[in-house]
Structure formats: C-alpha cells, structure tokens
C-alpha cells in the first residue's frame, strides 16, 4: 500500500512541473544515456597475474564473474571427472563460511551464485543488486579461493553427482558430444566435462585439492565485471588468494577415428566431425558463419522440413521424424567442425548419404551471397 501511494504521489508532483523543466530534465537523461553507451571496456593486469576487465553500464544489477582458465581437457587420467566434482562441490564450506551460511548469506542480499564449466573454463557468476555486490564479491572470493573440501560433506554430495551423471546417461544429444570429442582427440579434449563412473570413488578431497593445486592459480584468472565500478572490481580482485602456476596445458592432438555405442533406442544419432581452428585462428569468424549457413539449429516449421540448407536438401530423404543440424566449436588451440543427424534405424543411411551429397555440392559451388548474409546475421545475434 505504502509504494502504491508513494508512486501516486510522484506522478502528481511530475504532473506540476513545468513543461520546460520537464523536458530539459528528459534532455539531461539522454546525454546521461548516450555517455553510459559510450563507456569503454576497461582491462586491468594485476602483479598476481589476474586479469581485470569491467564495462560500466549503470545497471541496477551488478554481476561479476570469476573465469578460471582450466576445465576438464588439464584433467590426467586419475584426476577424470574432477571438474565435474568441483563444480558440485562448490555450495561447501569455505575456511570462513559453512554451507549453510553461503546460502543465507546470499540469500539476504539477494545474491545468485551458478557455477559452469567447459572442457577449457570454469565460471563463478555473481549476480547481485548494485549496493550489495561488494558483499556478494566477498562470499565469491570465499568459494573460489577457499574451499575446505572436507572428506565427510564430499561424502554426503555424492548423491548430487550421481544424479547428474544419471540425467546425462538418458541425453543422447550430451553423450553424442563427448562421444566425438573422443573419436576426435586422443588426449586433453577427449576428456568429458561429466565425472566418468569408473572414477567417482576416487574423486576425494585429497585428489580435489591437488587438482586445484595446480590448476587453479591467480595467472589463469579472469575477474569480469559488468554494472560495476572498475577500481572496486579491481578491490574485489585482491581477496582472490590462488597461488602461482603456469599457464600452459597440453596441445590438443586431433587424431580422426570412429567411436560406435550399441543400444536398442529407436532413433540413432550420427557425429561426422572434421578438425576445425582455434579461437585466435583467423579462419575462426569464417567457420562460424559457414555453421550458420549449413544451418546450425533446428530450425522447425510446422509441415515442413525446416528452414536451413541441411533441413531443405537432406530431411526430405526421411520417412519418418529427423533432424540435421551442423556445429563448430573453436577452443584455444584447435576444434571441431561438423554434422550432427537425428533419424530412425531405416532412414539414417539415407539421411548420412543426403549429407554427404550436400557437403559434395557446397565444395563444388560454394554458398550463394543470400545464404552468407542471412548466415551473418544469425551470427550477430548469438
């Protein structure tokens, strides 16, 4: 009732400005606007090796992210799955911090934490209201830097782990990207960013702290903040306490290959990958937008076969439900560019056959100027 009235009350006040007023302060807004859009990214490198970077844009909410540089491709063959623990394991006591009061802490601040991880990164998210995100960055710091990793609460999360890992054994579209991944690489890339079964009983707070050890270091962090004050970003970045290490991991091998799963699923799902480049390759852009042009998602128009190239020439060869979509994922030093199809046990030859005869064309005459521009577009919007 009280913001009700407080709001009626302001609209009447406005309505007994004086127009004049009323416009020069609308006038004064947008030079206000226009001088937040124009606010420039700003990077910092701090002594300790951690790289800062903030782009200011008033927000009301504030987020700031810890990017470690080290992800499941640095895993060894007894570390496997590490990755994984330790983004379930990241609600647990710190050295300052119990379980339970880094979620009421955060919660009285109104704070959301989510934690991710990729074969080559590993992100803390805080999001938080602008006046709080100081707090927030203390509870983050906490979690990145200070785990405890206590035997008995690893004990008890267990179950956590086990459920995901039972959520991702019944998703073929997860499995199909690990599985060519291994078919791909014969070492660092190959490794799943899911905990493999055989290595769940070995992935203990002794393992868990060494991994961090060597791999969680100040020289392989990157403090981003958005909605945030770049000096007090900088503040943040000195309650991260990660020793030293070195940066480099080990070149990725792409060795071409076959991996084949036996199952009695009705529909077969179908990786064709070749090598692609990596992020700083200058070919990166142009790998990206010929994804866009095959057609990268599954494009669905009711009654029809879809809206990309690869859903127009190769789904009309299907009988029953399927699907075609391309992929490429560039990583640091190397990556994968290719095919991903959906279809039952009597159409998938001829859906594989469809491909291969579309890839054949694409060779030959290239993409048509309508094709790269709708693919360009697409790009910008991802």
């Known amino acids: 009732m009280m913001s009700s009235l407080s709001l009626r009350a302001r609209s009447n006040l406005l309505s007994a400005m004086p127009k004049r007023f009323a416009s020069s302060l609308s006038a ?26 903030s782009l200011e844009n008033s927000s009301p909410i504030s987020r700031v992210a810890a990017v470690l540089n080290t992800g499941s491709r640095d895993e060894n063959h007894a570390e496997q799955g590490s990755t994984h623990a330790l983004r379930v394991f990241s609600n647990l006591a710190t050295r300052n911090f119990s379980s339970f009061g880094i979620t009421r802490n955060l919660d009285q601040i109104g704070a959301q934490l989510s934690i991710s991880s990729t074969r080559e990164n590993t992100t803390y998210l805080l999001e938080s209201v602008r006046n709080n995100i100081s707090r927030g960055a203390d509870i983050l710091s906490e979690i990145v830097s200070r785990p405890e990793l206590r035997h008995w609460e690893i004990d008890d999360t267990k179950s956590r782990l086990e459920f995901e890992l039972e959520v991702y054994e019944q998703q073929p579209e997860l499995k199909i990207v690990d599985m060519i991944h291994k078919a791909s690489f014969k070492n660092s890339l190959s490794n799943s960013i899911y905990a493999p079964r055989f290595n769940v009983s070995n992935l203990k707070s002794e393992l868990l ?24 970003l900088i503040r943040f970045a000195d309650q991260f306490r990660l020793p030293t290490g070195s940066s480099t991991r080990q070149a990725a091998r792409f060795v071409s290959s076959e991996l ?27 790998s990206a937008v010929a994804s866009h042009a095959f057609g990268s998602v599954y494009n ?19 009988k029953e439900s399927a699907g075609v979509t391309s992929f490429n994922v560039n990583y640091s030093d190397t990556g994968l560019f290719g095919f991903h199809l959906i279809g039952s046990t009597n159409d998938i030859g001829n859906l594989a056959k469809g491909l291969y005869q579309e890839l054949s064309k694409v060779a030959t005459s290239g993409f048509s100027n309508e094709e790269i521009n709708r693919a360009k577009y697409f790009k910008l919007g991802d």
């Open 28 to 53: 004064s807004k947008m030079q206000d606007s226009n001088k937040q859009i124009k606010e420039s990214i700003k990077m910092t490198k701090l002594d300790n090796g951690i790289l800062v970077a």
């Open 260 to 286: 084949r799963e036996e199952n009695l699923d009705d529909l077969v799902h179908v990786a064709i990958a070749a090598e692609g480049v990596g992020q700083s390759n200058k070919e990166a852009l142009a």
């Open 300 to 318: 669905r128009i009711k009654y029809s076969n879809g809206a990309s190239r690869l859903s127009r020439s190769v789904l009309q060869l299907a």
């Open 209 to 232: 702290s060494g991994f961090r050890q060597k791999n969680f270091t100040s020289n392989r962090l990157t403090l981003i903040g958005l909605g945030v004050d770049h000096d007090d």
